[in-house]
């Protein structure tokens, strides 16, 4: 058996095109470029089709570990997941986690420590997003995640973070000339689309729910079918999904762990402090400075309740003609978030479609063991 150590950096950035932290933990050998898995971003764009930070800051990371390991862009983003999430409202703060794992000879204690694992779906075309293609593939992708990180059981997986594709008017056009319809012609709404159909993907692959339902028709129709762990962000930069599972394994050395709990909405701090309670912290704790030695990151889903209401008050999230949605979700849930981690580098994406109930989200905790 591989035994492998998972270790996490959060790296300040001062623009989608900033690299300069990571080039900094390069230089000072805190990082081997070889060991690098996975670099989830956050950007300071709208999070919306036209968001470009996304891509640059991809490009811009992929183009220097070509450089660091002697290969095309294109053999970088193969063999590293490279997910950038736009949007860092309120006091959400622009950074990237560095996700880097190494093989060791040896570990201390039968602990489940940190794992991750990745994988990549094939290209979709255009009319194959929101549907079944992309569900049953990103449930394969899954699956393979799992076996990469060594995870054995779906109850030690604690966050599955995915990028997908959306659809461009370009693309839908594609479509259209083979003969071939699209779920929608509306680029802003293929995003949740395709984010919908992945976590139910995450979900069919973990056994959250059957594939037969989720492939019925489910894919934004059914919010009571859902995943607890999956946080999945659309983006026009690429064609496939990417996937990071992450999780404890009893082949994982070092120190690091990770937990998970479920927000039921966007001011559901009781589910924020299951979260931290998860990673070992206790009701005093969780208050106290530990927190900011302890907490490595922690990643987070966010949406606007759909039906209007957030304990029966009614919300205008969904009504405001200046800001979108996702973006009124993210600053709610990063404040909250926030608070508690004691940081507001944490990453919270926003759509939520089948990620955790409707109006709330899953959420994780990457910490030091205690």
């Given at each position: 058996m591989t035994i492998h150590q998972v270790d996490l950096f959060r790296i300040p950035m001062r623009?989608?095109?900033?690299?300069?932290?990571?080039q900094e933990l390069v230089r000072s050998g805190q990082i081997d470029p070889r060991d690098i898995v996975a670099i989830l971003g956050k950007t300071e764009g709208n999070g919306g089709v036209?968001?470009?930070?996304?891509?640059?800051?991809?490009?811009?990371?992929?183009?220097?570990?070509?450089?660091?390991?002697?290969c095309s862009r294109e053999d970088v983003e193969a063999r590293v997941a490279l997910v950038m999430s736009g949007g860092t409202e309120g006091v959400l703060s622009p950074h990237a986690?560095?996700?880097?794992?190494?093989?060791?000879?040896?570990?201390?204690?039968?602990?489940k420590r940190l794992a991750i694992g990745i994988a990549h779906t094939r290209d979709f075309l255009p009319e194959e997003l929101g549907g079944h293609a992309q569900i049953v593939e990103t449930a394969h992708a899954v699956r393979i995640a799992m076996l990469d990180a060594g995870i054995d059981s779906v109850a030690d997986v604690h966050f599955v973070q995915i990028k997908c594709p959306l659809l461009t008017s370009e693309r839908v056009?594609?479509?259209?000339?083979?003969g071939q319809t699209t779920i929608t012609g509306d680029s802003y709404g293929s995003m949740a689309y395709s984010r919908g159909a992945s976590a139910l993907g995450v979900a069919v692959a973990l056994g959250e729910i059957d594939e037969a339902v989720a492939l019925a028709g489910a894919v934004l129709s059914d919010g009571s079918l859902y995943s607890s762990v999956a946080s999945t962000s659309a983006g026009v930069e690429l064609f496939c999904n990417a996937v990071v599972v992450m999780g404890n394994s009893?082949?994982?050395?070092?120190?690091?762990i990770?937990?998970?709990?479920?927000?039921r909405d966007a001011i559901d701090l009781r589910g924020v402090l299951e979260a931290f309670y998860s990673v070992g912290f206790d009701t005093h704790s969780v208050l106290s400075e530990e927190v900011g030695r302890?907490?490595?990151?922690?990643?987070?889903k966010a949406?606007?309740?759909?039906?209007?209401?957030?304990?029966?008050?009614?919300?205008t999230m969904l009504d405001d003609s200046d800001i979108t949605c996702t973006r009124h979700a993210r600053a709610a849930v990063g404040g909250l978030i926030a608070s508690v981690a004691g940081c507001g580098a944490i990453y919270v994406s926003g759509g939520a479609e089948h990620q955790g109930p409707p109006g709330g989200g899953p959420i994780a905790v990457i910490a030091r063991s205690a």
């Open positions: 623009g989608p095109g900033d690299i300069s932290g990571l036209n968001d470009f930070t996304r891509e640059y800051a991809s490009r811009t990371f992929a183009a220097a570990l070509a450089e660091y390991l002697g986690s560095v996700f880097t794992r190494r093989a060791v000879a040896r570990k201390q204690g039968r602990e056009e594609e479509a259209k000339q083979r009893a082949s994982a050395a070092g120190d690091n990770i937990g998970h709990a479920v927000m302890r907490v490595i990151n922690v990643f987070a949406e606007p309740s759909p039906e209007g209401l957030v304990r029966g008050f009614r919300h």
